[in-house]
């Protein structure tokens, strides 16, 4: 191993676990953390991956898709799946922590490390390679700033604006129709229609329903392009008829007419196992999209792969500007990992600081970096901010619908996410063998 010394900047989750799985191959690591001494408007400690909002890591289920992505994790020798596990309190099927045992844990292990140093200050520039940045949701406005020099500021975000997504399977095609807006563009969409009467029932309980208050440090801004469903509805009973409900163009094949309004569902991925609702970014607390959503005609058992949400979150078009080794296209030998790939969540952070932590190893030992199969949970995260359509690129959690198909066709939805999570631990077990620890 080379003397070179890797920089991670950003002790967060993604940065954290980057760290050490760099440390555990006998890497020397400088970490920038610029806190305690200039906090966040979230943060709180100066210990290193401070849980800021929820302390709970999701389902332990590997049925779910936090749960297969716990797993792989865990077998990869995770520092955050090794603290999760030593400060786990009681919370049924998830995972929730002590945040205090869970973030002082990690930052003991770390900092009992002779081949690491930690710098307590905030890093303005991107630092020379090989370096990896991993500032999370709240990236500094001066470090914003120097990768809108690199990347253009219209390519890099500050604010979520994501409409649920539901499973392919689970929607009741008896109800819809395909159909694109005047006939263009082919049978693009799939449209949920909806008559009067079920569209005021619709407008009543979304007007109704309990939304998620916006964190103290998240503006209350509303943008025209990016409106909650829920703002948009209390504007007048009409408006979603006039935005993204509006029946115009699209003819019902079983009445020959325009519905009352109309839901329209894009299809999220090459293997067209999901589905987006267009248009419908909320705030809506996740049981309320549940109930509220599943009024839709053809959603009434919806199976909800991603909620919808909106908040602060500092991102990047990651397929523009990532390769498949979380480098930066632009600036080689800078790497980037955590939230600011355009993946959400706790334990998805830290998946991708494991990622571009191999990655970043690969490249000193002048081996070329292979990908972890797309059947994994990691290689569908890694391959969704890398190789999705650049045009409305938006961040995603971990979720069953990132993941190729099964070739046979299951209908039991149990027996189907079982098969599918076996298929990707046996996928990541082969990997892992093969590719990391050979």
Request: aromatic fraction near 8%; charged fraction near 25%; charge should be neutral.
């Amino acid at each position: 191993m080379s003397e070179t010394v890797v920089t991670v900047v950003g002790g967060g989750l993604a940065g954290s676990e980057a760290t050490w799985q760099l440390l555990n191959r006998g890497v020397r690591v400088r970490l920038f953390e610029m806190r305690p001494h200039r906090l966040t408007p979230a943060h709180r400690t100066g210990y290193l991956a401070e849980l800021v909002c929820s302390n709970s890591l999701r389902s332990k289920e590997i049925t779910t898709g936090a749960g297969l992505l716990k797993a792989e994790l865990h077998m990869a020798g995770s520092i955050v799946m090794e603290a999760a596990l030593r400060a786990e309190v009681p919370a049924g099927s998830a995972l929730a922590v002590d945040r205090e045992v869970f973030s002082r844990y990690i930052t003991d292990k770390l900092q009992g490390n002779p081949n690491l140093e930690i710098i307590r200050e905030e890093v303005k520039e991107i630092p020379p390679p090989p370096c990896i940045i991993a500032t999370g949701p709240l990236t500094s406005d001066a470090l914003s700033e120097a990768l809108k020099g690199v990347l253009g500021s219209e390519h890099l975000y500050f604010y979520d604006a994501i409409a649920p997504v539901v499973d392919a399977d689970s929607i009741d095609y008896s109800k819809v129709f395909r159909a694109s807006r005047y006939g263009k563009g082919g049978d693009d969409y799939l449209n949920c229609p909806l008559n009067k009467e079920e569209y005021d029932r619709f407008y009543q309980a979304l007007i109704e329903a309990d939304t998620v208050t916006p964190r103290d440090f998240e503006e209350e801004r509303v943008f025209e392009g990016c409106m909650p469903i829920e703002v948009m509805a209390r504007r007048g009973k009409d408006t979603l008829r006039f935005g993204p409900m509006k029946p115009v163009g699209l003819i019902d094949p079983r009445t020959g007419k325009e519905p009352y309004a109309v839901v329209q569902l894009r299809v999220e991925n090459k293997e067209a196992t999901a589905y987006n609702l267009v248009g419908f970014q909320t705030r809506l607390r996740w049981p309320e999209q549940k109930r509220v959503f599943r009024l839709i005609p053809g959603l009434e058992r919806a199976e909800f792969l991603r909620y919808g949400s909106m908040h602060r979150n500092t991102f990047i078009n990651g397929p523009r500007f990532l390769n498949r080794d979380l480098s930066l296209k632009p600036l080689d030998g800078v790497y980037l990992a955590g939230q600011i790939t355009g993946v959400e969540g706790y334990i998805e952070s830290t998946a991708m600081g494991l990622v571009a932590a191999l990655s970043v190893y690969m490249r000193l030992m002048g081996k070329e970096f292979i990908p972890p199969p797309p059947e994994t949970a990691h290689g569908a995260l890694l391959r969704y901010v890398t190789e999705s359509p650049e045009r409305g690129f938006q961040p995603s959690n971990i979720n069953f619908g990132l993941l190729p198909p099964l070739r046979e066709r299951i209908k039991d939805k149990r027996r189907k996410k079982e098969a599918l999570a076996r298929r990707a631990l046996e996928a990541w077990q082969r990997y892992l063998q093969e590719f990391v620890y050979s």
